[in-house]
């Protein structure tokens, strides 16, 4: 994510979004799940905050119409 500063200080965050069937959501977030169960955001090259965001991103997520 990409954050820029404005002037008088307030910031301007940079994000992605991405459409999703539930099929799709469902199948993304039993992959997150799975690698929380093996341990896999505590390896050496994953940034574990990262990791956490991405996770609660995809929790709550919110549902529209494509």
Same mark, same amino acid.
């Given at each position: ?14 994000? *992605?979004?991405? $459409?999703?069937?539930?099929?799709? /959501? !469902?199948?993304?977030?039993? *992959?997150?799940? $799975?690698?929380?169960?093996?341990? /896999? !955001? ?13 996770? !609660? ?10």
């Amino acid at each position: 994510m990409t954050t820029r500063v404005r002037p008088f200080g307030k910031q301007i965050s940079k994000g *992605l979004n991405i $459409d999703l069937t539930i099929g799709q /959501y !469902d199948m993304l977030y039993n *992959l997150l799940c $799975d690698a929380y169960d093996r341990g /896999y !955001d505590q390896r050496p090259r994953i940034d574990t905050q990262t990791f956490d965001n991405m996770f !609660d991103a995809i929790v709550n997520a919110k549902e529209t119409y494509l």
